[in-house]
């Protein structure tokens, strides 16, 4: 992709998916750069109360897990040779459900609900089974898992079997741990309630880091502590998307490729004087792209990295754009809408969902997740078949 392409495209702005950096940067911009604030980021009113409490909310119940942006920059992600371990699996999943005390669809076409599973304590071939599996099911909330209890290596360890971890270009991690991405708004943070002012929605559908060369596929995000109501997570399967449209247009799509760029999300961190851990990059993906394990087809675009397909002028772009997008939100039929509880781990394949935060909650409660993000395949497409 030639790089002009890139700039000639013109920024539109781009929902923040990161919420920890926004929220920290505000507080910062009555404090100076926010490389001199961070410095002192332990000592912001937000941090202290995170870390102690106050009346109106308990501490941090995961301290080590709050967001620390250091000031460290990256070199830009190596291709590698993706190995996907669902191909290895044993399609009647015995090592890794055969010990479950129940296991549930969450709808007919999307999502799943294990109990009795411990996911870090699989064996390989269970391992293996949960990628095939969360690849057919989409998206499984595993229930009372010990994952955010582990050192945080461990669960980085337990992770990278599916592939190595993604860096975020922007977002917080926790101190040492670049590779854990953080979702986290405080307790005394009111953006869930700012956000309508400006906003009739706090949808913002995507599948994480598209802009990469190699997103991540079988994708982990563990609670740490949750709202009593609201905050859950929304998902749509991506296969069941492309197989509701007609042949004649899925045929139409099969060959197409479209830009996704990252650089609207460094320019938003830059602009809130934040971190950019790298430089960041688009990248060229085909719309339909075909799942190594299960040789399923999935509409592959979001509206927040996908910016153009290439070769149609940009009106016919955007049109089309307009429309997989309207058809990925309106299909509440391919959804499900996941709800959290403690120590709940949400296992998606980012390569076969689209996915929304639901910004719903009252104020006054602390939300904080973390995610683990191996890297995948580079995305490619199979031929369309009737
Ligand atoms: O906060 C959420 O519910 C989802 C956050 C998200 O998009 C992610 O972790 O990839
Ligand atoms: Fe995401």
Redesign the pocket.
């Known amino acids: 992709m030639a790089p002009s392409l890139v700039e000639t495209i013109p920024v539109r702005p781009v929902e923040s ?1 990161e ?1 920890p950096t926004e929220q920290i940067a505000a507080k910062d911009k009555s404090q100076g750069t926010y490389k001199e604030a961070f410095a002192q980021s332990a000592h912001t009113t937000n941090y202290e109360a995170e870390l102690k409490g106050s009346a109106k909310h308990p501490p941090a119940a995961y301290p080590h897990y709050l967001p620390y942006w250091d000031n460290v920059t990256y070199p830009p992600l190596e291709p590698f040779e993706a190995y996907e371990h669902g191909k290895d699996a044993d399609p009647a999943f015995v090592n890794l459900l055969s010990g479950a005390a129940d296991v549930a669809d969450l709808t007919a076409n999307i999502g799943a609900e294990v109990k009795g599973v411990q996911i870090s304590k699989l064996s390989k071939a269970g391992k293996d089974e949960l990628a095939l599996f969360v690849a057919q099911k989409k998206v499984v909330a595993f229930r009372d898992q010990d994952l955010a209890d582990l050192p945080i290596q461990e669960a980085l360890d337990f992770a990278e079997y599916y592939g190595p971890s993604h860096i975020h270009q922007a977002s917080g991690a926790p101190k040492g741990f670049p590779k854990v ?1 953080l ?1 986290h708004r405080s307790a005394d943070d009111t953006t869930a309630r700012d956000y309508f002012q400006d906003r009739t929605n706090s949808i ?1 559908w ?1 599948t ?1 880091v598209s802009f990469e060369m190699q997103p991540p596929g079988t ?1 982990f ?1 563990y609670l740490l502590d949750g709202p009593t109501a609201g ?4 998902f749509g399967n991506m296969a069941e998307a492309y197989n509701r449209l007609s042949p004649a247009f899925q045929q139409r799509l099969h060959g197409l490729k479209a830009l996704h760029s990252g650089h609207e999300q460094a320019a938003n961190a830059q602009a809130r004087h934040s971190i950019v851990r790298r430089e960041p990059v688009s990248n060229v993906h085909p719309i339909v792209r075909t799942h190594p394990a299960t040789g399923e087809k999935a509409l592959y675009v979001n509206p927040q990295f996908t910016r153009r397909i290439l070769g149609f002028k940009k009106e016919e772009s955007d049109n089309l754009l307009k429309f997989l997008y309207d058809h990925i939100a309106l299909c509440a039929d391919l959804q499900a809408r996941v709800k ?1 509880e403690k120590r709940t781990v ?1 296992c998606w394949d ?1 390569r076969v969902t689209a ?4 910004l719903d909650w009252q104020d006054g409660q602390r ?1 904080h ?1 973390a ?1 683990l ?1 191996p890297q995948a395949e580079r995305p490619f497409e199979t031929a369309f078949q009737e």
């Open positions: 998916i919420p991405h979702v913002t995507h994480d994708t995000l905050g859950d997570t929304l959290w949400i980012n996915h929304t935060a639901i939300r997740s995610r993000t």
